[in-house]
């Protein structure tokens, strides 16, 4: 059963950083785009950043310029790379990934168990 693994949560002081690591469990045959999301509580879950297989990235606007995310096809890995972290990115976060898992089936969308990020003084 191939799942998506997400590590690198934790506590930071504002202005931190982190890296949250988004990997799948076992090789597949194709992963295609993958991205992370998060949710607050109380708030519906928003995607954060994307990338494609071919490295195009796309960001919210409250992330930009802090966040970077990229992947290692050769992995089935992606990472999300987090700067100058404020209180109001504390949330879960969730790795998604469209892939196929083995020759012959579809393509389906997979998410992780989601990490904790906390971002207080």
């Known amino acids: 059963q191939v799942q998506l693994v997400e590590t690198g949560g934790g506590l930071v002081q504002p202005g931190g950083s982190l890296r949250l690591l988004c990997r799948v469990s076992e090789t597949v045959f194709r992963t295609y785009t993958m991205a992370w999301y998060r949710q607050a509580p109380g708030k519906q879950r928003e995607l954060v950043a994307s990338i494609t297989r071919d490295d195009t990235t796309s960001y919210i606007d409250s992330v930009k310029g802090r966040f970077t995310i990229t992947r290692d096809n050769a992995k089935d890995a992606m990472y999300l790379y987090m700067n100058s972290l404020k209180p109001e990115d504390t949330a879960t976060y969730y790795c998604?990934?469209?892939?196929?898992?083995?020759?012959?089936?579809?393509?389906?969308?997979?998410w992780g168990q989601g990490t904790q990020v906390t971002v207080t003084s």
């Open positions: 998604k990934a469209d892939l196929i898992a083995h020759v012959g089936s579809s393509s389906r969308e997979y």
